[in-house]
């Protein structure tokens, strides 16, 4: 999961439906976009069913992170072939909790 020309990032919330009688997560990790200037992030993750919450926040920033780069990546297993479609929504705020606007485009894999 990325951002491509972000501008003044704070806070993310991502929620990622999949399906899970293809893939199993093995993992959510961290990416590094938030953490730019040093700054410090708290970073919490739910898997649930075919859902997976994902949840960003730069500690005490009054700038926010500008640019591009990686918010979050999940591993996951392969348990059965066919086509999966990913779908994101989520919400993001700037400095002082001003709202920035999204844009996600499902994402459609083969299994196999």
């Excluded at 293809?22 to 993992?27: G, H, K, N, Q, S």
């Excluded at 992170?65 to 996951?76: D, I």
Aim: net charge positive; hydrophobic share 45%.
């Amino acid at each position: 999961m990325s951002v491509i020309d972000a501008q003044r990032l704070s806070t993310v919330t991502l929620t990622l439906i999949y399906d899970a009688t293809r893939l199993r997560v093995r993992a959510v990790l961290e990416g590094s976009f938030l953490r730019a200037g040093g700054v410090s992030v708290a970073f919490a993750n739910q898997v649930n069913g075919n859902r997976i919450d994902i949840t960003l926040a730069r500690g005490a920033d009054a700038t926010g992170a500008s640019g591009t780069g990686v918010l979050a990546s999940v591993l996951f297993d392969a348990i059965a072939p066919g086509p999966v479609t990913m779908t994101m929504s989520g919400m993001a705020t700037g400095p002082g909790g001003a709202a920035m606007g999204l844009r996600f485009t499902p994402v459609t894999i083969t299994v196999q």
